[in-house]
């Protein structure tokens, strides 16, 4: 399984960037997949996250009201919308997928997922 994020950049604060992750060698479909991000000597910690029909989606505090987590499983495609960006979004951002199949939860937990791809980095200029 490998899970590949990209769409990562520079951008000023109050910017948007989209970034997408694909699978391959694994079907996303019937998995919820979720986005975190790491900041240098930060923990790892969630993004977003969406359950595997696209409809149940849980955000952080942090991220409500400015990113959009949407998925397209015809594809293999996860995307992370992000608007509105500030200095502290920047860090490394991170897709995963959790194995169970036809769930409906939304996990915030890093130990919830099995699979990650590598990150993409995002760096907002002030």
């Known amino acids: 399984v490998q899970l590949q994020a990209c769409g990562g950049g520079l951008v000023q604060a109050g910017g948007s960037l989209n970034l997408s992750c694909e699978a391959s060698?694994?079907?996303?479909?019937?998995?919820?997949l979720g986005w975190f991000r790491q900041a240098p000597g930060k923990e790892r910690e969630f993004v977003a996250a969406?359950?595997?029909?696209?409809?149940?989606?849980d955000y952080s505090d942090s991220a409500k009201g400015r990113f959009a987590m949407s998925r397209e499983n015809a594809l293999n495609m996860v995307y992370l919308q992000m608007n509105n960006l500030r200095p502290e979004d920047t860090a490394v951002y991170y897709c995963?997928?959790?194995?169970?199949?036809?769930?409906?939860?939304?996990?915030?937990?890093?130990?919830?997922?099995?699979?990650w791809g590598r990150g993409t980095q995002v760096t907002v200029s002030s």
């Open positions: 995963a997928a959790d194995r169970t199949t036809w769930s409906f939860d939304t996990p915030s937990r890093p130990g919830a997922y099995d699979y």
């Open positions: 060698a694994w079907t996303i479909s019937s998995h919820a």
């Open positions: 969406i359950g595997w029909d696209g409809i149940n989606t």
